[in-house]
């Protein structure tokens, strides 16, 4: 079990590893020399875990679409929201999921991979198809249109907002985001009690170590 | 003045193909070498109008913030969204326009020549700001805060946009965006009165060419 444990460590350990190397100098630039000489690890121990770059890239998309800190709530809209809140906590904090972004957007890694957002699109229209069943939308939002143009906004907002000189915090830009959006997507009645401020999802994520440290 | 002519051809085609190849490969594997191939000039020639292929980046980020096709218009909140939607338009005609976005959400370029984020969010701050003191806006839309936003929330769908198996038409996606969020920003009187459908760009530049030749 021990020695499980430090497998998962070590694997874990080479992924975020190769993810800053990636958000770090693209994916092209990142080698397994460079992450050989960051990881201190010896190249055979690398070859245990994965078979080459392009395998770690894979892993690291494959992490992408996650749900973690996501709870059921009285409103799907409400989880449709908190979805994209989490990620914009995660992402400056987690170097695996900034990667996944990195790697999308790069031409050479876009075109051997492909990218997460047509998953990310379909993962949001299954919640709002739900939160519209519900009567919780507007008569004119549809859900995978709605989907397709958040996720995309979403995504530029993370770029553009850590291109910009000032110091911008990613949970307020996305908070933002969605009080523009959510406006003309939501009936005013489910509105007034959905909550889209950048301090939700921490408090989301503490909620879930408090429950599994139960559990 | 045909020598002049020829000169200015020349250095268009050199911007576009390299432009191309920005698109294709990314920029570190856009090579010189490539670029030679492809268009045929000698070295001499394309040395003659850029030093270096770093040159060529800076002048490709330089044509990207452009107000070609923008005309006064009654309300300044239109000529906001007039700006998005003629790019929206233009960028998937025009290479070098594409790269520009590309050279943006590039690491290394990004690194070397930053980005024209701030310069876009500026522009239109400057627009949002003017339609504001007009009573155009919604009193709590903040004319900084809306513009950023929407910049990055552009980048994004066009990102994702090209990215989605489906055949998208970027004017399209780019028309839902401004729906999405023009309700949340504009009075309902102007909102009434905005024009902001995929078929818009279009005409702008048609008329634009138009009054061109006329002059």
Known sequence: MAKQDRAIRTRNQIL???????????????????????????????????????????????????????????????????????????????????????????????????????????????????AKQRGELLPHADPAVVSRTVVGSWTGVQLVSEAMSEDLDLAEEISVLYQLVLPNVVTPTVLARIDSSPYRAERLLKEQSRTSAVE
Not at 24 to 32: K, L
Not at 34 to 62: N, Q, W
Not at 96 to 105: E, K, M, P, T
């Open 16 to 130: 975020e590893s190769m993810a800053s190397l990636f958000n770090e100098v693209g994916y092209d630039a990142a080698t397994i020399a460079a992450l050989v000489e960051r990881t201190g690890l010896t190249r055979g121990a690398l070859y245990f875990h994965f078979a080459s770059k392009e395998d770690i890239a894979r892993a690291v998309l494959d992490e992408a679409v996650t749900r973690e800190g996501l709870r059921e709530q009285a409103f799907k809209v409400q989880e449709w929201v908190d979805l994209g809140l989490l990620l914009a906590y995660r992402v400056p904090r987690e170097p695996i999921l900034h990667a996944a972004i990195r790697l999308s957007v790069d031409p050479k890694a876009r075109r051997l991979f492909g990218t997460r957002w047509p998953d990310w699109v379909a993962v949001g229209e299954g919640f709002l198809t739900e």
